[in-house]
Nanobody, 122 residues
Framework: QLQASGGGLVQAGGSLRLSCAAS????????MGWFRQAPGKEREFVTG????????YYADSVKGRFTVSRDNAKNTVVLQMNSLEPEDTAVYYC?????????????????WGQGTQVTVSS
């Protein structure tokens, strides 16, 4: 299971830190990713991180502003979001895969968290 937290309301230019805690069969988790979905839009890839943390991928829209990291000892993935923009407003979901995958493709993930709302005001 995945539990996402840390969302909230922030002004443009501000920062938020999202966390995703995994429980259960955590030893089987390989890639982890963050996706977001704004009202009326499809779910889109934000970032992904490999099992060791040595490989990370970002959507062009968040490069240079967001940073993903993971602590396997604590079974946690963190998304640090800086310089937030109103366009970042969405429900953010964390996801986990039990095998190496192409991290940008939502249907390849095995488990999803419940989502946490991020709202950025202008």
């Amino acid at each position: 299971q995945l539990q996402a937290s840390g969302g909230g309301l922030v002004q443009a230019g501000g920062s938020l830190r999202l966390s995703c805690a995994a429980s259960g069969r955590t030893f089987s988790i390989y890639s982890m990713g963050w996706f977001r979905q704004a009202p009326g839009k499809e779910r889109e890839f934000v970032t992904g991180i490999s099992r060791s943390g040595s490989k990370t991928y970002y959507a062009d829209s968040v490069k240079g502003r967001f940073t993903v990291s993971r602590d396997n000892a604590k079974n946690t993935v963190v998304l640090q979001m800086n310089s937030l923009e109103p366009e970042d407003t969405a429900v953010y979901y964390c996801a986990a895969a039990t095998r190496p995958i192409s991290m940008t493709i939502p249907r390849l993930y095995d488990t999803w968290g419940q989502g946490t709302q991020v709202t950025v005001s202008s």
